[in-house]
C-alpha cells in the first residue's frame, strides 16, 4: 500500500511560516518539516499538505504573496513498518 | 519517517565514534573532529596567521568535501549555484568564527567536549541555543539571505580543487607551509586515516543533512526533532566512544579541561555569537563544508570568511586560550554581535519595504 503527500518549498523560511499561519487559519490541514530528503539536498522548511487540495492552496499562497518554490509529490514510506503491515495482514483475512 | 531518523541518528553516532577514534590515533583531546579548529590550522599552515601552535593542514576537511562532492556527483546532486548574497556570508562566516576561537571550538567540538565531560560546553550549548534562539526570531520576521541561482559550471568545483590542492600541500609539505612542532597543531592522527574518515563523514553526511545550527532551528522554529537526534547521536556516540577508546582522559567538571578555558560569561557570548551567525548562513561549519562539495558557492565563500575569521582572530590576539579569554577577544564579540544584529534587522526591514510597496499587509 502507497500513500503519497504533498509538499511545497519555499524560497525564504518567512514564507514558509506564513503558509502554515494562512492555511491553518482557514482550516486546511498543513504542517512544517524538514524539506524531504528526496527532494532536495538542502535543509530549508517545506510545508505539507493534502495533494487533493494542491489547486486551491496555490491560488491561496498566491493571494496572500506566498512565494512557493516547487511543489513535489512523496511517497510515504513510514506505512510500511511493522504495525500496517499487521493491519493490512488482518484486512486481507 | 522512522526510516531517515534511524539514518540521520546513526550519521551522528558515526560522527561522535569516528571522533573518539581519531582523538585515540593521535588528534587534540575533545577535537577528534573540529570544522573551526581545523580550518584555523589549515588558516595557520598557509602562514596565514602565525600562531605557531596551530598549524597543520588537517586532512579531514578536505575528506569531507571531496566525500561529499563525490556522493553528491554519484547521485546527481551536484549543482554549481550561488550568488546569495556573498558578501554578507562572508561577514556573517567571519564573525561565526570569532564566536567559535572565544569558546573554543565549534558546535562540533561543543558537543565532543560534552561527550567527554566538559561542562563548560553546557555553557557554549546554552549561549549557542540562545544565538539560534534570536536569529530564528529575525527568520520569523522575514530575514534572508534571498535565493540562490544557478552558477557557471566551473565556480561549483571551487572547494573541491581547493581540496585536492591542500591535500598536495599536506603531502608535499614544501618549505612556505607551516607545521607546528608543539601544541595541538602537532597533534594529529595518520594522514591518510584522518582523509579516510574525513571521506567517509563528508559522503555520509551529504546523505543525511546533519547541521548542528539546523537541528536546534527546526525545534525552536517548526517543533521538527528531525535534525536534533542526529545531534543526540553524536553525543551518545562520541561518549561511548570516549569512555571505550579514552578512558583515562575521561573527567567530569568545569576545570584543566582539554583546550578549554571555564569563563562562563564568554563561552556563553561566543556561542551566541556563532549560533545567530550559523542560523542566519542557514548551517553550521560541517554544514557548510559539505555544501560547499556540493557545488554551492555560497557555502564556499562562507569558508573563505570563516578563514578570514581565523587568521584575524590570531593576528589581532582575538582568540581564546586555555588561559582564557584575552581583551582583544571580549571586545571583538560584542562587535560581532553589533554587526550581526545590524545586518539581521536591516535584511527585515529590507523585506518590509519590499513587501509594503507590493501592497501586502504585513502585521508587527
Known amino acids: 500500500m502507497k500513500y503519497f503527500y504533498c509538499v511545497a518549498t519555499f524560497h525564504s523560511t518567512y514564507h514558509a511560516l506564513q503558509f502554515e499561519k494562512v492555511l491553518k487559519e482557514r482550516g486546511y490541514e498543513v504542517k512544517l518539516m524538514p524539506v524531504p530528503r528526496q527532494v532536495s539536498s538542502s535543509c530549508g522548511t517545506a510545508g505539507e499538505f493534502p495533494c487533493d487540495k494542491k489547486e486551491e492552496i496555490l491560488k491561496i499562497c498566491e493571494e496572500e504573496g506566498i512565494i512557493v518554490d516547487q511543489v513535489y509529490k512523496v511517497e510515504k514510506k513510514e506505512k510500511n513498518n511493522w504495525l500496517s503491515k499487521l493491519v493490512n495482514f488482518n484486512m486481507k483475512i | 519517517m522512522r526510516d531517515s531518523k534511524i539514518k540521520i541518528i546513526a550519521s551522528g553516532g558515526l560522527v561522535g565514534i569516528l571522533a573518539a577514534i581519531l582523538v585515540k590515533l593521535g588528534n587534540p583531546a575533545n577535537m577528534g573532529v573540529c570544522v573551526?579548529?581545523?580550518?584555523?590550522?589549515?588558516?595557520?599552515?598557509?602562514?596565514?596567521?602565525?600562531?605557531?601552535?596551530?598549524?597543520?593542514?588537517?586532512p579531514e576537511i578536505p575528506g569531507f568535501i571531496l566525500g561529499a562532492f563525490i556522493m553528491a556527483k554519484i547521485k546527481g546532486e551536484f549543482k554549481s549555484r550561488g550568488g546569495s548574497a556573498p558578501i554578507l556570508r562572508f561577514i556573517l562566516a567571519f564573525f561565526l568564527m570569532i564566536g567559535a576561537l572565544v569558546f573554543?571550538?565549534?558546535?562540533?567540538r561543543m558537543i565532543l567536549r560534552l561527550a567527554n565531560g566538559d561542562l563548560n560546553a553546557i555553557v557554549g550549548l546554552l549561549g549557542y541555543i540562545v544565538g539560534i534562539w534570536i536569529g530564528t526570531q529575525f527568520l520569523k520576521k522575514g530575514f534572508t539571505l534571498g535565493r540562490s541561482v544557478k552558477q557557471p559550471e566551473i565556480g561549483g568545483y571551487t572547494m573541491p580543487v581547493f581540496a585536492i590542492i591542500l591535500i598536495i600541500l599536506?603531502?608535499?609539505?614544501?618549505?612556505?607551509?607551516?607545521?607546528?612542532?608543539?601544541?595541538?597543531?602537532?597533534?594529529?592522527?595518520?594522514?591518510?586515516i584522518s582523509l579516510g574518515i574525513g571521506l567517509l563523514i563528508g559522503a555520509v553526511l551529504q546523505r543525511t543533512r546533519l547541521c548542528t545550527a539546523g537541528g536546534i532551528r527546526d525545534v525552536i522554529l517548526i517543533r521538527d526533532?528531525?535534525?536534533?537526534?542526529?545531534?543526540?547521536?553524536?553525543f551518545l556516540f562520541a561518549l561511548l566512544g570516549n569512555l571505550i577508546f579514552n578512558y583515562n582522559a575521561f573527567?567530569?567538571?568545569?576545570?584543566?579541561?582539554?583546550?578549554?578555558?571555564?569563563?562562563?560569561?564568554?563561552?556563553?557570548?561566543?556561542?551566541?555569537?556563532?549560533?545567530?551567525?550559523?542560523?542566519?548562513?542557514?548551517?553550521?561549519?560541517?554544514?557548510?563544508?559539505i555544501l560547499a562539495g556540493e557545488g554551492d558557492q555560497d557555502a564556499a565563500i562562507t569558508i573563505l570568511g570563516l578563514m578570514a575569521g581565523a587568521a584575524f582572530a590570531h593576528n589581532f590576539s582575538l582568540a581564546a586560550s586555555p588561559k582564557g579569554v584575552p581583551y582583544n577577544g571580549k571586545i571583538a564579540v560584542i562587535i560581532g554581535l553589533i554587526i550581526v544584529v545590524i545586518i539581521g534587522f536591516s535584511k527585515v526591514l529590507d523585506f518590509v519595504r519590499k513587501e509594503n510597496k507590493g501592497g501586502v499587509q504585513i502585521e508587527a
Not at chain 2, 526533532?225 to 553524536?234: A, P
Not at chain 2, 557570548?269 to 542560523?279: F, K
Request: charge should be positive; proline fraction near 6%; charged fraction near 10%.
Open chain 2, 225 to 234: 526533532f528531525h535534525l536534533l537526534s542526529g545531534l543526540i547521536g553524536i
Open chain 2, 36 to 58: 573551526a579548529c581545523f580550518f584555523r590550522d589549515i588558516t595557520g599552515a598557509l602562514g596565514l596567521h602565525r600562531a605557531s601552535v596551530v598549524q597543520y593542514i588537517r
Open chain 2, 251 to 289: 573527567q567530569i567538571g568545569f576545570a584543566n579541561q582539554p583546550i578549554a578555558h571555564n569563563d562562563f560569561v564568554w563561552n556563553f557570548l561566543g556561542m551566541t555569537l556563532t549560533g545567530l551567525c550559523a542560523v542566519l548562513l542557514g548551517g553550521c561549519p560541517l554544514r557548510q563544508t
Open chain 2, 104 to 108: 573554543l571550538g565549534c558546535p562540533l
Open chain 2, 170 to 192: 599536506l603531502l608535499s609539505a614544501p618549505s612556505f607551509i607551516l607545521f607546528s612542532e608543539k601544541g595541538p597543531g602537532s597533534m594529529h592522527a595518520p594522514v591518510f
